[in-house]
Every structure is written in C-alpha cells, then in structure tokens.
DNA sequence: AGCACGCCGACT
DNA sequence: GTCGGCGTGCTC
C-alpha cells in the first residue's frame, strides 16, 4: 500500500496518484486532508480518497508532503455517498469536494518571493520597480504577491518578478497559513492573590487617589462575589459608559487585576428556557405509527400533509426518538428564511444541542459547525443542501421537508444533484431513517410511493379538526363578456375581498411575475427593449422606475422616447406583480395593501418588518409572487386570490402544471388556518382545463393520477429519466458547431429517439454566452445503467476535441 | 480550474 | 520592433 489517490479542489476529472512516504505509512487513512504538490510548487489541501498498490504507469507520482488530520475528517459514509453523487451526476469528484468543504478547510499555497541568499545585486541595471521590490525584501524577507501590488502598478508586477529570477536574485516559495482562528473574548477577574479583606482594604485605600479606577475596582469585585462561578466580560465593564480601557489597563499594570482570553464560539446557541411539545392529535398519532412501522421494515417514509395539519409535530417526535437512541438528526429544508421558524420552535426543545448550516454562514463558522458536527456536539441540524456533506458521525435519521421544492436543485451551481434524492441515498450509507415531508409531494416521489418504494403516509386533516379552504373558480371569460370586471379583476372577485375586509381579516393576492409590466413596446415602430447581455427583454419595474433584466440582474433607465424612431408612444404590455398591487390600492383605497417580491424585500429587515405588520393585523391585503407560498402562517387570513391563474399555466416545461398545483396549494393553505373558513378564487379564461378542476374538488388521488398519466403518455419522469447537456460559449458559431458534433456523437451510441437535439436554448444568449442544448431521454431501469455509460463515452469523445474544449459543458442528470 | 506557453494585432 | 491579447495544453 504505497499509494493513494487524492481529490484535489479543482475542477479535474478524477483523482491523482501519488506516492506515500514511508514515514507517513502508519498514520495516513482515506479521508484525511493532505497537503501535496501539484503543477510545480503549487501545495494544494488534498483528500485521500483510497489507498492502494498499483504502481502508475505512465508518469512518475509525486510525494505526499504531510497529512493535516489525525483522524478521517470524513467519515467512510460520505467517501461512499461522494463516489455515488459523481458517477450518477456525471461530475468529477473535485467539484464535489470545492462544494463539500468550507474553504477554510482546503487552503491553497500562497506564493511568496525572497532574496536568494548571498546575491550582490547590481543596482546599477535595475529599473524602478525591481529595486523597490528588492530593497523591499532586504528589509522584510518574504512579501505576499498581493503585497506587491501596494508599490508596484498592477501589471508590471509579473514582468518585474520574472526579470528578477531570471538575474537569479529571488526566488519563489509556497507557504500554507492556517486560516481558521477561533475567535477569543477578553475576560477579567481580580488576581487570585488579593482576594482576602486585608489585601483588598489596602488595595482600595491605594486607589483613593484614582477615584475611576476605584469604581471600576469595585465593580468587578461585585460581580465577583456576586457570581463566583461566572465569567465577567471584558467589554461588559465599559457599558456603563464611566470607564475607559485606560482605567482598565492602569489595574492590569498594577497587577490587581488578570485579564485573560476564552475561545467562543462565533455561532450563538440559545439560552433560554427547555419546552415540551404538545401532545399529538389522533390522525397525528396514526400517521406517526405509520411512520414507526416503515422504520421499523426499514422503509423511507413520504409523509403527504395537508397544509397546516401538524407534519412538523411528526418530525419533532422522531427527533427525539433519534436522539434518545444516541444518534443525530439532519433536517433539510430548500431555503435558509424557511430556517428560522422551525429553528424557534427547535430550539425551545433542544437549545444547545441543535446547530444550523447554510449558504449565509461565514467561512469560519462553517468550520465551526464541522467541527461541533465530528465531536457529536450537536444532536440536530438544521440546514440546506449542503447541509448534506458535514462530517456527520452516526446520522440516525434525516428528514426532507418540502421536498418537492425545486430549490433542492438549483440549476446553476455546480455539482448539479437533487438534495431529496442525494438525502436519501446519503441515509442509505448511514443506516438512517428518511422522511420526505409535503403538502404537495412531487409527482416523483408519488410515484415511487405508488411503486411502494417509499411508505406512502398521508395526513388529510387539519390540526384541530380545521377545515380545508374552499375553492372557487371565477370564469373571467363571462365577467368580461357580462361587462363585470375592472382591470384585471371581476367584479364578484372584488366584491370577495371586500366582504374579506368587512369582516376585519386579511387576504393574499399571488400574482407569480416580478416588476411592473413584462415589455415595453414601441406602438410605431415595434422596438422593444433587449438586455445587452442576454437575449431577453427587459422587465419594467415601476417602483425602481428602470428596466431590469431577469437573468443576469441587468439595469437600465426606462425609454421616454423610442430609441429608435423617437416615437413617444411606447406602450407597456404583461401585467407584473407591481400593477396588480397598484391596482389592488386604487380599488380599496382605505385598506393597508402591501407587496412582497424579491424586488421589494430586498432591504434588509424588509421582510421581518413586513411580517409584523401582518402579524400586528395593520396589512389587509397582501400582493405578491410565490414568495407569499412559504411561511406566512398567519390566523387571521381568510381569502386567497389569484387573478390571473392562466400565467401560472402557460410556461414551458413539462413540470408547468405540478407548479402551478404545488403553488395553488401552498398559498391556499395560508387562508382559514384558525377558522377553517378559508376561500381561495381562482380567476382563469379556462375554468375547465383540468389541473383548476382537480384543484377546485380537492381529491388528492385524482390529481396524482392525472399527473402521472400526462407523464407517462408524453414520456417524462418518473416515466423516463432525463439529462441535459448544455453547451455555452461567447462564440455563437462555434457551439452550434460543437453542440452538433456532440449530438452526432451521441447518436452514434444511443437509439434516436433518445437524443433530442441540439436546440438553442430558450433562452438563446444568457451574460454573453450562447447556449445551446441536448436533451436526452433515457429509459429506466437497467437499460439505463447502460445508457448512460454511452453518455459518458460521448462526452470523452466530445473532449478530446481540442478545439471544442473552451467551450464550457454541464450536464444535467435528472434535469 | 489555473497557469504557462505560443501565436497575431495595436502601439512607441 | 514590442507588448499583451487569448486560444491551447497539461497537471499525479
């Protein structure tokens, strides 16, 4: 066993070989972090994957320098979950690992340059900037390349380094510094020694002299006696406002008092006082057992809740089962403002043994919560995707609320996975037990209930016997052809809401489309407003008063004129979720209407203020996109309206129609909450098209099957699986060119109906890059294995076309 | 990925 | 003539 392969942070197909020291032989083991050489001096923060005896044959390897853990930072269960997530996401390992790790934990080399040692330079024939650099490092011996730059302009800096080393007078070194510093607090008491009346009568009449210091004497001897056993922060001292550090530090000086330093950790954990959770209701307690059966058999539960019927009591109770039995929990949820909620009501149970991990932490906290993760000091975690790849020890039970929220797989950062899929292969390796929790399961996991995959566990009723909201369809067809709408609402939908706010309760308007209006369009000459970097058109944001595109976060000034023809007729089509909040305040001009998108939230506090307020009952009415969907579990909200349903409908994906039910579904359970009175409108020009009617009678069964029989007869998941290939490039000619030749390359492997493509993308130029997309549908089941070793011979065949090889590649695996 | 090497246009 | 642009090649 003299070799390993190592993960580098870089995104490289595969693992490296390289060698092991005979004095390393004993210690080193897969999953320890290892400082190697790669490419030169560069040292990178390598992970052993595997250690083996196969001597390579086509290069020489290189030595591992040292290793950096004494024990597996990674436990086995996450090598094996990491080996899986990238043969079945096709990504290489080292993207896996840049994803996985905060950064901290994988430090890169540092270049710094030094004088050679016992050079005479010859100052005579050096230009400026070589002397300041060298009568730099005479005076400090190694300098940092990003130190350079505060003498040296920007781009001589390479020029100057490298005329240097070639007149042999510096040389280059790599360093690595431990980043990662825990964070210390100041912390006083008065010295051990002194602490008896005599000396402390002395010490006092000494100070008479400094009445300040005295005081300050004297308040720290309270705080002493007061709590012998508490720690007195140093800062705590100066709140009262009377006393400086220089009192502080004339004490220290005179040896009466000892400051010292605690290491503290930077995430707060909660103090306050222990809760028990309430009982559970009977269909709770069926469902719960339902859910203790399937453990039992060893199966993975899809708790199917309607909304506000308690699933999150089911998860709290089998947390505590979990950790009662020793081992840990994961709580994933899609986004970290969902976070907070179940985050109060999990830390009144738990307090100090529950931690969070999520895309907002600073780096250093990550490390923190590493670290409390691998010495089992926290019981429970809550947290998002990338929650995933901690260092847990002996996870017992993950649970994946809201799981068919499409934010578990985003589609721009790579690796690509699906967090609901990856948790449960994660709690496969780890022995845990799985909870997929929704109130709108995705057709997906239905599926795999229907199969019997998954325990299939559904809890219809409301907690305390609330009832479910009420749905009516408005055919807004009639309203116009009656006469009976203004704007974009019908009369009677008014008329709802009015009688909503009579009765002093609150609404919810969705309306699934940020800005103002979606154009604005010239009526002369047709022109309309293009983002320069993408092949979009510009939304008009009335509140922002510019254009704004979607996609890469472009801003421009809203036109007075037509650029093109000087025509000040510009008209502005699409309605956005601004003009239906505008609209909604001229119709009840008394009522309190607030909107709530991405645009209008993006303050800080915006949206804790916003949700006061609606708390606090000063909102009527609440105009927003999907955003209003998540978490806005309020009492006194008895009406939900959709205006313009049909939008939701009209988006091209196969996935359309499960949104638009998913999002229905999860707004309307804001409505009716404590009265079981709710009414949710669905205004639409197609009152009969089938996903409206399946909503308005609420059967759960009928809809999935609608679903899955539209699936299964356009050939879509769960019927197929799926994987998109995208080919992005600035050069529009030279993807379509490569997005061709990948295409016949897939051909060649795989029948023809498997392969559709290469398209342009909808959307056809994104920040400058052409896209362009193959689309690849793949039977399931043990063909599929095979199929997919096909997908991976292409790509390498794509590859090792050099010329094609800046053209930059994702793929999609169940896209 | 990122860094070095190598080949062509815009400037002193 | 050079400087520096980026296309290409390679890393255990």
């Not at 390393?24 to 923060?45: A, E």
């Not at 011996?141 to 302009?153: H, M, R, V």
């Not at 991990?357 to 990338?386: A, M």
């Not at 037509?562 to 003009?579: F, H, I, T, W």
């Amino acid at each position: 066993m003299r070799y390993a392969q190592i993960i580098l942070p870089l995104n490289l197909k595969g693992s490296f070989t390289y060698r092991i020291p005979e004095e390393l032989m004993p210690s080193i083991q897969p999953g320890m972090r290892v400082l190697v050489p790669f490419r030169g001096k560069k040292i990178y923060t390598g992970l052993v994957f595997e250690i083996h005896d196969h001597e390579p044959e086509n290069f020489i390897p290189r030595e591992i320098i040292s290793i950096l853990d004494e024990f597996p930072i990674l436990p086995k269960e996450q090598i094996s979950f990491w080996n899986w997530l990238s043969e079945y996401y096709l990504c290489s390992p080292g993207e896996i690992y840049r994803f996985a790790f905060p950064s901290s934990l994988k430090l890169e080399s540092e270049t710094y340059l030094k004088l050679r040692p016992n050079v005479a330079v010859d100052f005579e024939n050096l230009d400026v900037n070589e002397m300041y650099l060298i009568q730099a490092l005479e005076v400090r011996q190694l300098i940092n390349l990003t130190d350079i730059e505060a003498f040296i302009p920007k781009k001589e800096i390479i020029k100057t380094i490298n005329s240097l080393i070639d007149l042999q007078y510096i040389e280059i070194d790599e360093k690595i510094a431990e980043k990662y510093k825990a964070r210390e607090v100041a912390y006083v008491k008065i010295n051990e020694k002194f602490l008896n009346n005599h000396d402390l009568t002395e010490i006092l009449s000494k100070l008479n002299k400094a009445p300040r210091q005295k005081d300050l004497f004297l308040l720290i001897l309270d705080k002493q006696t007061e709590t012998p056993s508490a720690y007195i922060k140093k800062s705590e001292l100066f709140e009262a406002g009377n006393f400086g550090s220089l009192h502080f530090k004339a004490l220290v000086d005179k040896n009466f008092v000892e400051e010292y330093y605690l290491q503290k950790d930077r995430l707060e954990s909660y103090e306050g006082e222990i809760e028990e959770i309430e009982e559970l209701s009977e269909s709770q307690k069926l469902a719960k057992k339902e859910v203790d059966k399937a453990f039992e058999d060893n199966k993975k539960v899809l708790l199917h809740g309607v909304t506000s019927s308690g699933k999150t009591h089911i998860y709290l109770e089998k947390i505590e089962e979990c950790i009662n039995e020793g081992k840990n929990a994961l709580f994933l949820l899609p986004e970290i403002s969902l976070t907070k909620q179940i985050t109060l009501r999990l830390e009144k149970k738990y307090g100090r043994q529950l931690g969070f991990y999520h895309q907002k932490l600073t780096d250093f906290e990550r490390v923190e919560v590493w670290r409390k993760i691998k010495n089992n000091d926290i019981q429970i975690l809550i947290g998002t995707r990338n929650a995933l790849f901690l260092p847990f020890q002996n996870l017992g039970l993950v649970i994946v609320d809201e799981e068919h929220d499409s934010a578990y797989k985003p589609r721009e950062v790579s690796p690509y996975f699906n967090a609901k899929d990856a948790a449960l292969v994660l709690a496969g390796f780890y022995k845990a037990g799985v909870i997929l929790g929704s109130a709108t399961p995705s057709v997906e996991s239905c599926y795999l209930a229907r199969k019997d995959k998954l325990k299939y566990v559904f809890l219809g009723e409301r907690f305390g016997d609330v009832k479910l909201p009420e749905y009516e369809l408005i055919n807004f067809k009639e309203a116009q052809e009656s006469k009976k709408v203004s704007g974009n609402f019908s009369l009677h939908l008014i008329d709802e809401i009015r009688k909503t706010l009579d009765e002093k309760n609150q609404a919810i308007i969705l309306h699934n489309r940020r800005g103002y209006a979606n154009v604005v369009e010239c009526e002369t000459c047709g022109y309309v407003n293009y983002c320069s970097n993408c092949d979009v058109v510009m939304t008009y944001h009335k509140s922002a008063n510019e254009m704004k595109c979607h996609y890469c976060g472009q801003r421009a000034s809203k036109p007075k004129t037509c650029p093109k023809c000087y025509s000040e007729n510009l008209n502005e089509r699409g309605v956005g979720v601004e003009q239906i909040h505008e609209e909604v305040s001229k119709i009840f001009p008394d009522s309190e209407v607030d909107r709530m998108d991405v645009d209008s939230m993006r303050k800080k506090f915006a949206y804790e203020k916003l949700y006061e307020k609606i708390e606090d009952r000063e909102t009527d009415i609440v105009v927003g996109t999907q955003m209003i969907s998540k978490g806005l579990d309020f009492d006194h909200i008895e009406l939900v309206a959709i205006p313009k349903a049909d939008s939701l409908l009209y988006v091209q994906d196969f996935r359309a129609e499960e949104r638009a039910y998913q999002l229905i579904t999860q707004v309307s359970g804001r409505a009716g909450r404590v009265s079981g009175k709710g009414k949710i409108l669905i205004q639409t020009y197609n009152p009969d098209h089938s996903v409206f009617q399946l909503i308005r009678i609420n059967n759960v069964t009928k809809i999935y099957d609608y679903f899955l029989k539209e699936r299964q007869k356009f050939h879509y998941p769960p019927f197929t699986k799926l994987i998109m290939i995208e080919l992005k490039h600035r050069k529009e000619e030279k993807v379509n060119r490569a997005s061709q030749f990948l295409g016949s390359v897939l051909r060649k492997y795989l029948p023809e109906e498997c392969v559709l493509g290469p398209e342009r993308a909808q959307i056809a130029r994104l920040n400058n890059l052409y896209q362009f997309q193959i689309l690849l549908k793949l039977p399931r089941g043990k063909n599929y294995e095979k199929f997919k070793e096909m997908v991976l011979i292409s790509l390498n065949e794509f590859e090792e076309i050099t010329a094609y090889q800046s053209i930059r590649k994702a793929v999609l695996v169940d896209f």
